[in-house]
């Protein structure tokens, strides 16, 4: 079945104890996205990646990093969470953006409900 | 900055009336415009997009360019309907193609 995970689902950790959360593929697809969910702010791109090894920020970035080393898997990670951080993340992907492809959709995965406290 | 705006938060309806959600966009390039849809418990998925002009669930969206409008019409609304929206866009190709952008959703709610 083509999907999205998402690893954990859920997860409460405390200030500055680094955290990943993983995002895996299995449709091929180039681009990978993440984006955090809030109330009343809707959904907000906090990194992209066009590709392997390609990454760039969203509109949100600050306090996170990821890293592309391969295609299926697009991991967040906080180095150093803070209670702001607390959200509804979710990852995206998308067979392209190129040419044609641009207008492909985006498939979500199912969301992590982060707390930080 | 590039913006998608829906001005309504909350929208409430009656069973079989029509439903207009409302969605601006700001940006003078050409658009590629998307309405996606999160029921209750489950993921994100699109609903639309406005470059196939199609009709999904009844659901229609025209693009406006005058008015920069993308708004999301449904004649007869129906109680499965009731779900979070939002509207998106992705930049042109040739400008930053990775980069979405989403209103900040609108919460359908049709009643009997």
């Known amino acids: 079945e083509a999907q999205v995970t998402q690893n954990p689902r859920y997860l409460i950790t405390v200030t500055g104890k680094k955290l990943t959360v993983t995002c895996s593929q299995n449709?091929?697809?180039?681009?990978m996205s993440w984006y955090r969910q809030d109330p009343g702010l809707g959904l907000r791109q906090i990194y992209y990646?066009?590709?392997?090894?390609?990454?760039d920020k969203g509109d949100v970035p600050e306090g996170y990093k990821v890293s592309r080393k391969e295609k299926r898997n697009f991991p967040l990670i906080l180095e150093s969470p803070s209670p702001n951080q607390t959200s509804l993340y979710f990852c995206a992907s998308c067979k392209g953006t190129g040419g044609a492809e641009r207008n492909y959709e985006q498939y979500f995965g199912p969301g992590t409900r982060l707390t930080v406290t | 900055a590039q913006r998608v705006t829906q001005p309504e938060k909350l929208l409430s309806v009656f069973k079989g009336a029509p439903v207009e959600l409302k969605c601006n966009y700001s940006?003078?390039?050409?658009?590629?415009l998307f309405w996606y849809v999160q029921y209750s418990r489950q993921r994100l998925q699109l609903l639309l997009r406005h470059i196939s002009r199609e009709s999904i669930k009844g659901f229609t969206a025209d693009l406006n360019k005058g008015e920069t409008s993308f708004h999301l019409k449904k004649p007869f609304a129906q109680e499965e309907d009731s779900a979070m929206y939002y509207c998106?866009?992705?930049?042109?190709?040739?400008?930053?193609?990775?980069?979405?952008?989403f209103g900040d959703g609108t919460t359908l709610t049709v009643k009997p």
């Open positions: 990646s066009m590709n392997v090894e390609v990454t």
């Open positions: 998106a866009r992705r930049l042109p190709h040739n400008t930053n193609a990775g980069k979405s952008t």
């Open positions: 940006y003078s390039g050409s658009p590629e």
């Open positions: 449709m091929n697809h180039e681009y």
